[in-house]
C-alpha cells in the first residue's frame, strides 16, 4: 500500500539538498560534433562492435552530480555539480576526448547539480549548454553564476525530443523542490537510456519514459527509518516525504517491481543520501522487490555469475566514478 504524501502547498520551497554536508567534491555553431573530426557512417552499416552505448557515473549525490553517456562518436554531460577537473581527468583516463563532448544537459537548478556548469562551459568552449529557459533563469537568480552563461544555451522543451550526433534526448517532467526539475531518455540504436534524479513521485509521463528504459538511473534518497530517526528538523523531514521532495529504497523498489521486464538490463540507484540511507539499504529493498518479480539480479561488476543475471543492479557512489559502462546491442527480444 503506497504511503501518502503530505503537502506543504504555498509554503516557501527550501532547497533541501543544501542541507547535507558538503564535501571535495560567444554563440558557438550547432554542429555539435564538428570538433570530433569522425566520419558517421549510417548505424545500418556498422557492426555491432560500432554500435555500443557507454555510460560512466561521475558522482552521485547532495555534494555534487554529475555522468557521461555517449557512443563512439561522442557524447553529452548531465549536470555539472563537480568540479571540472575531475570530469575532464576521468573521461580521459576513460579515452572520450572533451573535444567530442557536445553539451551539458542540466535537470534542475539546485548547487549540486549546477555549481560547476559555467566553469566547464569556459574551459571548452565549444560545449552547448541545454535546458529550458525556466531552468537557466532559476540558476541566474539563486547561484552567483555569470549571465554570460546565456551565450553557451540552447533552449530546450519538455517532451520535444532534439538530437545530439547520434543521440535523439527527451527532457521530461519530475516532480522536485527545483525550478523546472526534468528527467531525460536517452535513444540511440532503438535503445534507451533513462535518467531521473532527484524526484518525489512517479508521474504519469516519467513513468512512461521510465518504463521503456533498458538503461535506468533512478533515484533512492532515504530509508523511512533512517530518516525519521535522523538528525533533520522536522519541517525538513516532512518536505523530504512530500511529492516534490524524494523517493525512499521502498518507492523507488515497488516501481521497479512494477515496471521490470526484459528490456529492462541495469538499474541505478542515484542520488543515496549521506545521512538518510546506505547502499546497502537501497540495494537490498530493490534487489529483494525484483527477486519477488522473478528476477535474477547481478551485482554489475561484468562477472561470469553477473553475465547469468536478468538485471543488473547498483548504487552509485557518492564521490567516486564508477567504472566504464559498455551497454552493447540487445537481442531484437530485449527491446519488446
Given amino acids: 500500500m503506497s504511503r501518502r504524501k ?10 533541501f539538498e543544501e542541507l547535507e554536508e558538503d564535501k571535495p567534491s560567444q554563440p558557438i555553431r550547432r554542429n555539435v560534433y ?17 554500435r555500443h552505448l557507454y555510460y560512466i557515473s561521475l558522482a ?6 554529475s555522468c557521461y553517456v555517449g557512443t563512439r562518436e561522442g557524447g553529452i554531460i548531465i549536470d555539472a555539480g563537480i568540479k ?21 544537459l542540466l535537470t534542475h537548478d539546485h548547487s549540486d547539480h549546477v555549481r560547476y556548469v559555467y566553469s566547464l562551459l569556459r574551459n571548452h568552449r565549444h560545449l552547448r549548454l541545454f535546458c529550458t529557459n525556466r531552468v537557466l533563469g532559476g540558476i541566474l537568480r539563486r547561484h552567483s553564476i555569470s549571465k554570460r ?4 544555451h540552447n533552449p530546450i522543451f519538455k517532451e520535444i525530443p532534439f538530437r545530439l550526433g547520434e543521440l535523439e534526448i527527451t527532457a521530461f517532467e ?5 525550478t523546472d526539475n526534468m528527467g531525460f531518455s536517452i535513444e540511440y540504436d532503438n535503445r534507451h537510456f533513462v535518467l531521473a534524479t532527484d524526484l518525489g513521485a512517479v508521474t504519469e509521463r516519467a513513468y512512461h519514459y521510465m518504463s521503456r528504459a533498458n538503461y535506468l538511473v533512478i533515484e533512492a534518497n532515504y530509508d523511512l527509518g533512517m530518516l525519521k530517526m535522523g538528525r533533520y528538523p522536522e519541517y525538513l523531514k516532512a518536505r523530504i516525504q512530500t511529492e516534490q521532495g524524494h523517493l525512499d529504497n521502498m ?40 527477486e519477488e518479480a522473478g528476477k535474477k539480479i547481478g551485482n554489475a561488476m561484468g562477472s561470469i555469475e553477473d553475465r547469468k543475471a536478468d538485471v543488473q543492479l547498483m548504487a552509485l557512489p557518492r564521490f567516486e566514478p564508477t567504472r566504464w559502462f559498455v551497454f552493447r546491442p540487445l537481442p531484437e527480444d530485449r527491446n519488446s
Wanted: glycine share 6%; hydrophobic share 35%.
Fill in 6 to 15: 503530505i503537502s506543504f502547498e504555498g509554503q516557501m520551497s527550501l532547497p
Fill in 34 to 50: 564538428a570538433a570530433a573530426e569522425i566520419p558517421q557512417r549510417p548505424k545500418a552499416q556498422r557492426p555491432a562492435s560500432e
Fill in 60 to 65: 552521485s549525490g547532495s555534494s555534487g552530480n
Fill in 84 to 104: 571540472p577537473d575531475v570530469i575532464e581527468s576521468t573521461l580521459k583516463a576513460n579515452g572520450v576526448d572533451m573535444r567530442k563532448v557536445a553539451g551539458v
Fill in 149 to 152: 552563461i546565456k551565450d553557451y
Fill in 174 to 178: 519530475v516532480p522536485h523542490d527545483g
Fill in 251 to 290: 518507492q523507488t523498489a515497488a516501481f521497479l517491481k512494477d515496471i521490470v521486464s526484459p528490456r529492462l538490463s541495469h538499474v541505478f540507484l542515484c542520488h543515496l543520501s549521506q545521512d538518510n540511507n546506505t547502499p546497502q539499504k537501497a540495494l537490498s529493498a530493490v534487489r529483494s522487490a525484483l
